[in-house]
């Protein structure tokens, strides 16, 4: 029997192939760009980023002027970017050899105070080694290592002080690298006082004491190192935690099976660097080197954020498919990569919407009012944002009811309370930069015109059903608008949709199947709660 | 005691029994209402159109403006009458009514007994050609016949007008209830605003079940008249009032809300998205009977 041409069936069938397409479409690209383009999946996992704002002070006094400091190099664990300098009146060079690269600001007659500033981001990462147990210390090294088994200034290897603790740490005679570097660490770790002081301490000094600060352990473990024939070097840099400092660090490495393996006996990390610690400079130096008599002072501020993967991106520039090309058009006319990620989640913001309102059951104020509220709310943060939407609906309902006994007609009447938002937005930014609080004064971001729209039907709700019932709905949005703003501002999902802007077909396809959803909504089981749950009639 | 299996059982059962929101909008008032037939119910004056052509009772209408220069007049217009109600054409859950019952010393008063000066009622009538109540739509405002309500009805209503609500779905009624103002809903007929619902009995026309706020109720919380087991009067009018207008406009799935005046029932309005809430109020769900008639509907079709 042939079947007869059904619309309600061909919809049907129309309905499935679609949600076919729109969820296998997107997948089959992202496999193909996973598997046959060798996008990094993992690379997709936003890391904390460290933004490092290196200040530098000094009066001069009518002479020349010159301050060096080391910047750090990006190598296979550590990504330096988005390199800025504030130098003034000073001459900005850098000096980069293999090892080190060196900034050097000089000035002739410098008069008065001078700040001087540095900043970079940094993103790092933890890594360990792993020592095989049976591997003996080398008779010998290539020529190029001769120089980190050599006595230096501080480094006494040939004193007899140093022949005598290693010989008292190390018995066997034809020790294993491991347990030569495992002795000393841990002897240099719990034996040895960490000391808070910052001056310059030698290897023979820090010995006798039996206590140091990073730099006296550095230069013992390197002495020691390098007299029992393991290349060893001091390595400078800053731990990176959020907020000021003036305490930079040092820890050592050796030159075990063909790697630099770090160790830090301060903070006890044997053979592993922590993805906070940046490496500035390698061999016995000092951070800062100036003129005399210049009342040199400097601070390092950090301030730490979650951003995507530094290769990720830079994996994507390269890649055939890539999306950047996709952005270059776009930033041709000035819209920044930022904005069109904001603009690509807002689908997903708009789905989480619609899960609040057709399968949980909540109202909200405006369909995707939500959504745009948190996608504004991004440079202020969620905080502000909901404290900002808040006071501009009360504040905006408040003059509406002062307008509404005036007896105005609507159009002007919506015109000033536009008018209303856009003070208050604005006075909103003001209080925000006068206290300091910049966050507060991103919230003039916010979609105007849907906001005044949004305290006009809160006014109207007051008035037709009561406060309780405006409160709850202004409630329940702030509610939906914090739950897109954490899959919108989810960087996992924001690199997702970076790489693969397929994706945004899927939110379409779960929005095909929730639109034909005929399901009972969260709320409609308290509605009907009676009926469900109560006694039988 | 019972197990887990009929728990869940009864459970699927009684789920299954009600309408949900979502299942209303897609699997009734989508497929039964074309979109371009919505104005007949959400335009009252088209709906009058319909009613007038087929001798369908309801209020009369006094004037029409849709135009703040037809208001020029208005003092003329509204001098001898002393009750009248003024409606939107095109509001939505009863916003922008307001129900005049007399006239005293140049002044008009509500039904609530608010004082309205000839200039307040004009603004309210540019609020409504402005169309504050029908979202921002131009509207048009309806001067029409203020129902007397029938006595009987009054016995259980304090003042307001009642109404009764009759759910229609392919011309049978499926459901009705009686919407009783309250002092809390001031004088509106409509239960998100405080008004008391009372299930119908669709065959007989006895009230069963009433609910108010969502809690169940046996008595008028302001006057605590007894509200179950009453007859409403002319009951099988309404019945035939409502299926005559489902016979009369393209529409599948409405909602009919009828008045019961002095003179009998008189169509108030028609509602092409009728809420769910009936339900609570009837004290159970539709969606079996709803189903049953829907299957009917497509046997009929597939036997054609």
Request: proline share 4%; hydrophobic share 45%; charged share 20%.
């Amino acid at each position: 029997m042939a079947i007869k041409y059904n619309s309600v069936l061909a919809r049907q069938y129309v309905f499935i192939s679609l949600i076919a397409l729109f969820s296998i479409l997107p997948i089959s690209i992202m496999a193909y760009k996973i598997f046959y383009l060798d996008y990094p999946l993992t690379g997709l996992i936003p890391v904390n980023s460290y933004i490092l704002d290196v200040k530098m002070q000094a009066d001069g006094h009518g002479d020349s002027m010159k301050m060096s400091t080391f910047l750090p190099k990006s190598d296979s664990r550590q990504t330096i970017l988005n390199e800025m300098s504030s130098s003034g009146a000073f001459s900005l060079s850098i000096d980069s050899n293999d090892m080190n690269r060196m900034a050097t600001w000089e000035a002739e007659d410098v008069n008065g105070h001078h700040n001087i500033g540095y900043s970079y981001s940094v993103q790092a990462k933890h890594v360990q080694y792993v020592i095989p147990d049976n591997l003996l210390i080398p008779d010998s090294y290539p020529e190029s290592l001769g120089q980190y088994l050599k006595e230096e200034d501080g480094i006494q290897i040939n004193d007899p002080l140093i022949d005598q603790s290693t010989k008292k740490l190390i018995t066997d005679e034809n020790p294993s690298i491991l347990d030569v570097v495992t002795r000393i660490h841990r002897h240099l770790q719990d034996d040895f006082a960490n000391k808070k002081f910052s001056g310059f301490t030698d290897a023979i000094t820090a010995l006798k004491l039996g206590e140091a600060s990073c730099n006296g352990k550095g230069r013992l473990f390197v002495a020691m190192a390098r007299h029992l024939n393991i290349p060893a070097r001091l390595v400078g840099g800053v731990i990176l935690k959020q907020g000021s400092k003036r305490t930079s660090h040092q820890w050592v490495e050796l030159y075990i099976n063909n790697h630099w393996v770090p160790f830090d006996t301060i903070n006890n990390h044997f053979a592993e660097i922590p993805a906070n610690f940046l490496t500035l400079y390698y061999g016995d130096q000092a951070l800062f080197k100036h003129t005399s008599d210049i009342n040199f002072q400097y601070m390092f501020s950090t301030k730490t954020r979650l951003v995507p993967r530094a290769e990720a991106q830079e994996v994507l520039g390269e890649s055939v498919f890539n999306i950047t090309n996709f952005y270059s058009l776009f930033q041709k006319v000035g819209i920044s990569q930022d904005l069109l990620k904001i603009i690509l989640m807002i689908p997903l913001g708009a789905f989480v919407v619609v899960v609040f309102r057709n399968v949980i059951g909540v109202e909200t104020f405006g369909t995707f009012l939500p959504a745009l509220i948190a996608a504004a709310a991004r440079e202020s943060g969620l905080m502000w944002g909901l404290l900002g939407f808040v006071s501009i609906i009360v504040i905006s309902s408040l003059v509406r009811k002062v307008l509404e006994w005036l007896q105005l007609l609507h159009s002007p009447k919506m015109a000033i309370m536009l008018t209303t938002v856009v003070v208050v937005l604005l006075l909103l930014a003001v209080i925000g930069v006068n206290l300091g609080m910049i966050q507060l004064a991103q919230v003039s971001l916010f979609p105007i015109a849907i906001l005044a729209i949004t305290a006009e039907r809160f006014a109207i709700l007051e008035a037709e059903q009561g406060m309780l019932k405006s409160i709850k709905i202004t409630l329940t949005t702030c509610v939906v608008i914090a739950a897109c703003f954490f899959v919108m501002d989810s960087l996992f999902l924001q690199s997702m949709i970076l790489a693969f802007p397929e994706l945004i077909l899927i939110p379409v396809a779960l929005n095909l199947w929730l639109g034909r959803w005929i399901g009972m909504r969260f709320s409609e089981f308290i509605r009907f709660r009676k009926l469900i749950f109560g006694p039988q009639s | 005691m019972k197990n887990i299996f009929t728990f869940a059982k009864e459970f699927r059962q009684r789920v299954g029994a009600v309408l949900s929101m979502n299942q209303r909008n897609l699997e009734y008032i989508y497929p039964s209402n074309n979109r371009v037939d919505f104005p007949i119910a959400d335009d009252k004056l088209l709906t009058k159109k319909y009613l007038l052509k087929a001798g369908v009772p309801h209020p009369e209408t006094y004037q029409v403006y849709g135009y703040f220069f037809d208001l020029r007049n208005l003092d003329l217009d509204l001098s001898e009458r002393s009750d009248f109600v003024i409606k939107p054409a095109r509001g939505s859950g009863g916003g922008g009514i307001i129900v005049i019952v007399r006239k005293e010393n140049g002044y008009w008063y509500s039904v609530g007994g608010k004082q309205y000066s000839l200039e307040d009622l004009r603004r309210h009538m540019c609020d409504i050609i402005f169309g504050i109540y029908s979202f921002g739509i131009r509207d048009e405002v309806v001067i029409e016949q203020r129902i007397i309500q029938h006595d009987s009805v009054n016995e259980i209503t304090e003042g307001g007008l009642a109404d009764v609500r009759l759910i229609v779905y392919q011309h049978q009624p499926i459901m009705a209830m009686m919407r009783l103002p309250t002092s809390a809903s001031d004088g509106k007929a409509n239960l998100h605003q405080g008004a008391i619902g009372v299930g119908v009995d669709i065959d007989s026309g006895i009230t069963i079940h009433a609910t108010h706020e969502g809690s169940y109720l046996d008595a008028h919380p302001d006057s605590n008249v007894f509200l179950i087991g009453r007859k409403i009067v002319y009951w099988s009018d309404i019945i035939k009032i409502g299926i005559q207008i489902s016979n009369l406009v393209p529409l599948k799935y409405l909602g009919v809300d009828i008045a019961v005046s002095h003179e009998g029932p008189k169509v108030l309005e028609i509602n092409v998205r009728p809420g769910i809430e009936i339900q609570n109020v009837n004290g159970k769900g539709m969606r079996r009977i709803l189903a049953a008639t829907r299957q009917m509907q497509l046997d009929v079709t597939k036997g054609a």
